[in-house]
């Protein structure tokens, strides 16, 4: 699969998330199977662009490609110079967002906001493949199925955006208006595929590797992107990988494996985000991790007491060190009951 003409290595992909898919997490996912990775959302606000978090979310250092920045506005000059600004920090497909349902985001008139206005939706798109054109910076677009239930009008903009040069699009197969609630639909994402020619990525509840089997065959998609699936739980790529490939479930991580991937990934977040934030913000991705481990409430209670990266860290590390004590693997019911449990919205969803 391609976007453009940037080859991709599968087509497992890492949906964007704001205070989740930073560059340690986008990092740890592709080293565990995904295919592409796309960045916490930009603003497209020139004055926030030397804002510590703008910085961290355009910080790709050491992330292997293709680097992908999704951006988010609500005027199509604006959009177009944020592009240039991500292209010119690394950014090799810049994706705009018309998905995110956040009232924050939505009161601006931005994110699936935009599917309320078609014209300017459509401009925006326009405006930011003609700015990313002479880079040579394909353009991608996620969105929702659309505003509300009696307002579905993703196959409409779909064919408007293909029509400008937008090179792929993501569904996510839920209205604006159902947050992350209820359940996705799929119907709409299978007539996104059949009304254009570009890859369309399947988006939405796909939290195992029976969901993504499922969703890829109903839908005729390109794709699938797994967002709060993977929170805690990084391997799931890999783990549908395989199941794609073979049929067969992989068995769940060893203890000792998780131990690793938790404490590489912690070191990372520390390093992002320095020891004041990144010890509150570590948190969330911890508890993620263990909640459905034994004795992981209590310990996420524990974790939040603490206000030192070391002493977080060597915390996590003697909870993992005494869980290896007791079993070699992650029990495969806890596998199961992460990948069919109800799933927490994103911590954090900003502009």
Known sequence: MHIGHIPLANRLFVAPMAGVTDRPFRQLCKALGAGYAVSEMVTSRKDLWNSL????????????????VQIAGTEAPMMAEAAIYNIERGAQIIDINMGCPAKKVCNKWAGSALMQNEP????IAQAVVEAARPYNV???????????????????LARQFEDVGIQMLTVHGRTREQGYKGFAEYDTIAAVKQ????????????NSPEKARDVLAYTG???IMVGRAAQGRPWIFREIAHFLATGEHLAPPLVAELRRLLLEHLQDHYSLYGEGVGVRSARKHIAWYLRALPG??????????????????????????ALGQQMERIPAATAAAEASS??????????
């Open 53 to 68: 978090k703008t910085s961290r979310r355009a910080n790709h250092e050491g992330e292997p490609g293709p680097i992908s």
């Open 120 to 123: 300017l939706a459509v401009e």
């Open 138 to 156: 394909p353009v991608t677009l996620k969105m929702r199925t659309g505003w509300c239930d009696t307002h579905k009008n993703a196959v409409l």
């Open 195 to 206: 009304a254009v020619k570009v890859p369309v990525v399947a988006n939405g509840d796909v």
């Open 221 to 223: 998609a390109d794709a």
């Open 296 to 321: 992981g409430e209590e310990f996420r209670k524990h974790i939040n007491t603490i206000e030192d990266c070391a002493v977080q860290w060597q915390a996590v590390a003697d909870y993992l060190d």
């Open 342 to 351: 109800e799933l927490d919205e994103p911590a954090e969803m900003a502009a």
